[in-house]
């Protein structure tokens, strides 16, 4: 296999040939022979060599350095001058071509080969490292970061295209400039300038990154951005570092990203009103059908809340307990009017009506996507420890904690007011009815908090309100009939 294509350049034949024949027993192609500066460039352009091997001393308008000049600005091709010329202006001429080598005349075939192989390597290095270059360039210049590095004094040795239009600087502008006098680096919060890198970077070898970083350019503009920083070393042996050569810092516009978050924290507050506003109206269609109760579940709602946040629970899980609590009578539009608002006791039939309201509240609520169990609370918001509640006798482990808060906050608010069958019990009995219910029918740990907020005065149905995030305070309730309240 030939280890490379060699054009000869040289005006005296035997010396060519002797060249040529050389190259063919160091293993070499020869892949043509040119006499003339005009003959090389046309023969090169022709079969694209490898190398050339060009004779500084040409007959014609063109020497070899000339030849040379002009073959290297039309492509790119390692040059090797052979001469028997040495003196120092004809050198610095040869210098001022980045030869890829000399050959004194006479030269040994070991020399000849060295020469040639050497160049061949170094030019394919050369060209390994400017196609990185180029990509890396092409890259950087593609990113829409603003990307700048600098020495380790600070001062910049390279801005893409991003952080000439972040900083409205050209790239020359910036070149040779420390970085704090191009632009300006505050928190966000506070205001608090960055005086310099070492702010930036928490000690040698750590890269940082800084969110919520406000950008002031020269010209006036305020840029949110964020900034990364990481630090270049010399490469040492075996991976080690050798010394800190200077830092990438990479500024990211994130007014777009921030103008987004805005529009979306409106977005989903809009939502979460109309989220509000519609579990009111829901809640409104039972109370319109039982004036004798309205605001029941929105008293409830806020004593349940209120336990809620008592007993530690999270505020998504506050809010669906408040959202139960506001929707868990939504059953009883399936009950008469006549009956809600009956001042007299209630017949087996009419109780077993009243009874189904948290079964009809589950099959309308079922199918609504909530993200909470709120239709599994409504449900159970009757059932009772001991298995005597409705419609299914749970008991104890089988009853939700939101459905067991609703029981005792629902039983509180009822005998708490006025139904049509009786007057108000006060707030005094409804108290002794959970305390007297501790542990058996009531969940415990619900109770205490109850009475914990109620008689510490933490808690009144008429002032307080309970808003975990996005709820509203809310909840269930109940009806009674002469001897018994019930929702």
Same mark, same amino acid.
């Given at each position: ?123 394919? $290095?050369? =060209?390994? /490292?400017?196609? +990185?270059?180029?990509? @890396?360039? &092409? !890259? ?5 970061? %603003? ?112 103008? $987004?978050? =805005?529009? /979306?924290?409106? +977005?989903?507050?809009? @939502?979460? &009103? !109309? ?5 009111? %109206? ?54 008469p009017a006549e009956i809600l608002s009956k001042p007299t006791r209630l017949s087996h039939m009419e109780m077993a009506l009243i009874k189904s309201h948290p079964e009809v509240g589950f099959e309308i609520l079922r199918e ?37 808060? @609703? ?81």
């Amino acid at each position: 296999m030939s280890k490379g294509r060699i054009l000869v350049v040289e005006d005296e034949a035997i010396v060519a040939l002797d060249i040529q024949a050389r190259l063919l027993r160091l293993g070499f192609e020869v892949a043509g022979h040119a006499a003339t500066g005009a003959q090389a460039l046309a023969l090169a352009e022709k079969v694209s060599p490898d190398l050339v091997l060009m004779d500084v001393m040409l007959s014609g308008p063109k020497d070899g350095i000339e030849t040379a000049r002009e073959l290297c600005a039309r492509r790119s091709v390692p040059v090797i001058y052979l001469t028997a010329a040495s003196d120092a202006p004809t050198l610095d001429r040869a210098k001022e071509t980045s030869p890829a080598g000399y050959l004194s005349k006479p030269f040994e075939d070991h020399e000849l080969a060295l020469a040639i192989e050497m160049a061949l390597v170094k030019f394919e $290095a050369d =060209a390994r /490292l400017k196609r +990185s270059e180029r990509l @890396l360039a &092409t !890259t950087l210049g593609s990113l829409t970061e %603003a990307v700048l590095t600098t020495d380790r004094d600070g001062l910049v040795t390279y801005m893409n295209a991003a952080g000439s239009r972040l900083l409205g600087l050209g790239p020359q502008q910036a070149l040779g400039q420390n970085w704090t006098g191009l632009f300006n680096i505050f928190t966000e919060a506070d205001r608090e300038p960055v005086e310099g890198l070492e702010e930036l970077c928490s000690g040698p070898g750590e890269r940082i990154a800084c969110e919520d970083m406000l950008l002031a350019t020269l010209d006036g503009r305020e840029v949110p951005v964020s900034v990364s920083v990481a630090p270049l070393y010399a490469p040492g042996r075996e991976g080690a570092r050798d010394g800190l050569l200077g830092r990438v810092l990479v500024l990211r516009d994130v007014a777009q990203r921030k103008r $987004a978050e =805005a529009g /979306l924290r409106e +977005s989903m507050a809009e @939502l979460r &009103t !109309t989220f509000r506003q519609t579990v009111r %109206a829901l809640a409104s269609v039972a109370e319109k059908r039982d004036p004798y109760t309205a605001g029941h579940q929105q008293r409830v709602a806020k004593l349940a809340c209120a336990i809620g946040g008592k007993l530690s629970m999270s505020p998504g899980d506050m809010e669906g307990l408040t959202v139960a609590g506001i929707l868990h009578d939504i059953g009883k539009i399936y009950v008469p009017a006549e009956i809600l608002s009956k001042p007299t006791r209630l017949s087996h039939m009419e109780m077993a009506l009243i009874k189904s309201h948290p079964e009809v509240g589950f099959e309308i609520l079922r199918e609504v996507n909530f993200p909470w169990p709120v239709a599994r609370i409504v449900l159970e918001h009757h059932e009772r420890l001991d298995g005597t509640g409705y419609p299914a006798g749970l008991k104890d482990g089988e009853i939700s904690r939101e459905a067991r808060i @609703l029981a005792v906050a629902d039983v509180v608010e009822a005998m708490s007011s006025h139904r049509p069958y009786r007057a108000a019990l006060g707030i005094s009995a409804a108290l002794d009815e959970i305390r007297a219910g501790r542990g058996r029918i009531y969940d415990a740990e619900v109770v205490d908090a109850c009475l914990e907020l109620v008689q510490s005065g933490a808690f009144s149905f008429d002032t307080d309100t309970c808003d975990p995030g996005a709820n509203e305070a809310a909840g269930p309730g109940k009806t009674n009939g002469p001897g018994e309240d019930m929702e």
